[in-house]
């Protein structure tokens, strides 16, 4: 079992609609977790932390932690075209200090 | 601005030379890393750093190596001993290593290698 699993899409969404991302992880001990936007040959850029279960709203972006199924989730609302790039999850995975990504799940929002 | 700052953007290099890469930051950062990434693929952590003087070995450090004489820099040398070095190499920072709430990542604009 890969310690932070996604799919790889692509996930193909119209424009308006809401785009669900998933990530699954398998240490049981990971405190943080976050999500990255990467756009095609550029690097990542952060999109949202989240450190408790529930969701964590952040304009049209929500973050979604079950830490007892051990799955986190990233919604966006009203998606756009230029919301269409590679979504990473990363978890805090063994020693302290190192973060796991997935390997991206690829978001096309079509007009 | 503040921010993570790499060099070159695109590199070339042939077959059996050493490249360096430079990553600098002036965010105030105690913790600094390096990732590859390959076509298609998520982010492999190389070295990391949590303090100045200090570097430890994440998954993929065979071939590569740094060092961490100041805070604001962290420069990564892809040795010829690296068997496939053509990449997309990011750097990272956070405000401290592996601490809740204090250690999210953040990254540079990346350097392209390709070796000839």
Redesign the interface.
Known sequence: QKE?EQN?GPLSVPEGAIASLNCTYSDRGS??F?W?RQYSG?????IM?I?SNGDKEDGRFTAQLNKASQYVSLLIRDSQPSDSATY?C?V?TG??????????TRLQVTL | DGGITQSPKYLFRKEGQNVTLSCEQNLNHDAMYWYRQDPGQGLRLIYYSQIVNDFQKGDIAEGYSVSREKKESFPLTVTSAQKNPTAFYLCASSIVAGSYHTDTQYFGPGTRLTVL
């Open positions: 932070v790889s405190q943080s976050f990255y550029k690097s990542p850029e952060l932390s450190y990473l990363a805090p020693t302290a200090s190192k973060l796991t990504f997935g390997t991206g």
